[in-house]
């Protein structure tokens, strides 16, 4: 099969953890490799950035970037482009002189693409969104998301062949959102690599104080006020612990996290190092107690269940995507409100408890092993073929 793969902003050589790069660029990456080493041929079409060529071959699959726009054009300004990134895709197909079996598409962006492309080639489109902004707004209404966005998600959703969901939760919501069918969704998680991602040998001998962890984008969506005052909370009680920040975010961001830190007092115990690469991550979270996740919403929550392959425990908000992975009381705490003195007292029952903790970081590893990238793709396989035989089965006969 050949599969044409659109990810305009979420290119898969972005370590995630940076300004819009976090879980989508190693879920492309993944599975594009994955589909690759079982004999489909992947094209991974991303805009150009800055570091990059125009063909990465270094990959199991072919990733080509599109010269599309500035490489410091702002994910705000890219919906312009999408036009123009449609046509440079056509191009580079027609002198390639290569014939697609299916397009997938990643995030809105991709998904007003891959609705073009499958009609001009005249295959079948299967859409992950990734987030929506409906979900977004509803959980913190003062989100600012573009109409365009909101109208590009309804028509992306009715257009596409099928769509691939990471969780029950996200395709009832967009049932009801967009008046859609069961049928039209595939659920069908995302994975982890538990030889790539397991727990060091050395994970606690080379510190003295107890670790909390959080790894993602710097972004109000994402919580991490919450987890801030939580901490305070903690250090106030008289507990040796550190905060550990990792991931990237604007530099307005940056300076108002580090402001709110500096606010309560908070600067030698918080380390912000920022957005590392995928190859650093293991031993981050090896050294880790827990890792928290208040987000108002995940649609997955790839970080948390990488973590749990290192047997780390977590305590996450109980939103979709998190509860898809965290068992409560089981392999962490899932937490119900966004109250930070409850927050401390959940972070606070694992890293004060070694007999709990260490039963929680085994059962999280076990839950790990549940949830593989290689399952992820025969999912997604599934899925593939069977669009693409319903459309050739209902072909008029030539």
Known sequence: MRIAVISVHG???????????????????????????????????????????????????????????????RKEQ?????????????????????????????????????????????????????????????????????????????????DADQIVVWTDGEAAHMMSEFGLPKEKFAVVPPGVDTNEFSASPTSSTSRSRRRILYVGRLDALKGVDLLIDAFAIIIERGFDVELQIVGGG???????????????RLTDRVKLPGALPQSDLPAIYSNADCIVAPSFHETFGLAVLEAAACATPAV??????????????????????????????????????????????????????????????????DVYNRVVETRASAAPLR
């Open 316 to 381: 996450a908000a109980d939103v979709d995507g998190l509860k898809s992975i965290v068992i409560d009381n089981e392999t962490g705490y899932l937490i119900p409100n966004r109250d930070p003195v409850v927050y401390a007292d959940k972070i606070l029952q694992i890293i004060g408890n070694q007999d709990l903790q260490y039963t929680m970081s085994n059962a999280a590893r076990r839950r790990s092993e549940t949830l593989s990238w290689d399952s992820t793709v025969e999912g997604l396989l």
């Open 78 to 158: 890219l919906p312009a482009l999408l036009p123009k990134f449609t046509a440079a895709v056509n191009n580079d197909a027609s002198i390639n002189q290569t014939k697609f079996d299916i397009v997938a598409s990643h995030y809105w962006l991709s998904g007003v693409v891959g609705c073009e492309l499958a009609t001009g080639w005249d295959i079948s489109h299967v859409t992950s969104f990734h987030t929506l902004a409906s979900i977004k707004k509803s959980v913190r209404p003062e989100e600012n998301e573009p109409e365009i966005r909101l109208v590009s998600e309804a028509r992306v959703a009715r």
């Open 11 to 73: 290119c898969p050589c972005i370590p995630p953890g940076g300004t819009d790069a976090g879980g989508m660029n190693v879920y492309v990456d993944r599975v594009s490799t994955r589909l690759a080493r079982t004999g489909h041929g992947v094209r991974v079409y991303s805009r150009s950035h800055p570091g990059t060529g125009n063909v990465d071959d270094q990959r199991d699959y072919d990733l080509v970037h599109m010269p599309i726009g500035r490489l410091d054009e």
């Open 250 to 264: 604007t530099a307005d961001e940056f300076r108002r996290v580090l402001g709110r830190i500096s606010k309560l």
